[in-house]
Nanobody, 121 residues
């Protein structure tokens, strides 16, 4: 069992920045594929950004150039730096850890409890 815990959400004004953190348990964190998803009210959960075991990253078109995902294997932590935030970024953000598959494989890994991000205009 992998424990996944997010932190860093909150309320910010349009154009502001936030950094989300996600700590995952386990001695083999370096092999986890990690992803950040979000879910806005009335919408489906969507992949925002993912990072592979090797450090390759991928982003949703809506956040490219504004968000950056990174990982620190020594701290078992993945980050999501969010800049130039927009009202449409408002959502609950979930961290996802997959020890064996891809961050796209949303059925095979472990989810955090979510952290609220609210962007006010």
């Amino acid at each position: 069992q992998v424990q996944v815990v997010e932190s860093g959400g909150g309320m910010v004004q349009v154009g502001g920045s936030l950094r989300l953190s996600c700590a995952a348990s386990g001695s083999r964190f370096s092999i986890y594929a990690m992803g950040w998803y979000r879910q806005a009210p009335g919408k489906q959960r969507e992949l925002v950004a993912g990072i592979t075991r090797g450090g390759s990253t991928n982003y949703a078109d809506s956040v490219k150039g504004r968000f950056t995902i990174s990982r620190d294997n020594a701290k078992n932590t993945v980050y999501l730096q969010m800049n130039s935030l927009k009202p449409e970024d408002t959502a609950v953000y979930y961290c996802y850890a997959n020890p064996v598959g891809s961050y796209y494989d949303a059925m095979g890994g472990y989810w955090g409890q979510g952290t609220q991000v609210t962007v006010s205009s």
